[in-house]
C-alpha cells in the first residue's frame, strides 16, 4: 500500500477573520478529497470548533498542530492570527512540505516551497 500524503487546510471559513462556513469552497474542495483513500486531511482553523463542521467533516479537525508530520499546508483562509503566526506555524510543523498558498496572503515572509495560486 502507498503512504497516505497528509494535506493540513489552513483557514476554512467563508471569509477571513469570520466563523461562518457557509459557501465555503474550502469545506467542498475537502469534501471532495476526503473521497482519496490517499489522502489524510487535517483541518486547523481558529476560528471555529469542531462541532461547527459538518458531521462527515470533524474528524480531520485539529486545535493543536505541534509536531505534526504532514506533506503540504494549504492555507486557504488567510485570518490575520494565521498570517501574524505563520513562521510560527510553520516551525511546529514537521516533514518536507510544500506550502500552497491559495490566497495569495504570504508575500514579505521568505519561505522556500511556497507555491503561490
Do not use: C, E, M, W
Request: aromatic residues 8%; charged residues 25%.
Amino acid at each position: 500500500p502507498s503512504k497516505k500524503n497528509k494535506i493540513l487546510f489552513l483557514g476554512i471559513t467563508f471569509k477571513k477573520n469570520v466563523s461562518d462556513l457557509r459557501n465555503s469552497g474550502t469545506i467542498q474542495l475537502i469534501n471532495r478529497l476526503s473521497r482519496n483513500k490517499l489522502l489524510d486531511l487535517l483541518i486547523y482553523d481558529p476560528f471555529i470548533k469542531k462541532d461547527d463542521l459538518p458531521a462527515n467533516l470533524r474528524k480531520y479537525y485539529t486545535n493543536d498542530i505541534n509536531k505534526i508530520n504532514v506533506d503540504l499546508l494549504y492555507l486557504s483562509v488567510p485570518h490575520d492570527i494565521i498570517i501574524k503566526n505563520f513562521k510560527n506555524i510553520l516551525k511546529q510543523l514537521k516533514g518536507q512540505f510544500k506550502v500552497i498558498d491559495f490566497s495569495n496572503s504570504i508575500n514579505n515572509l521568505k519561505i522556500k516551497n511556497i507555491v503561490k495560486l
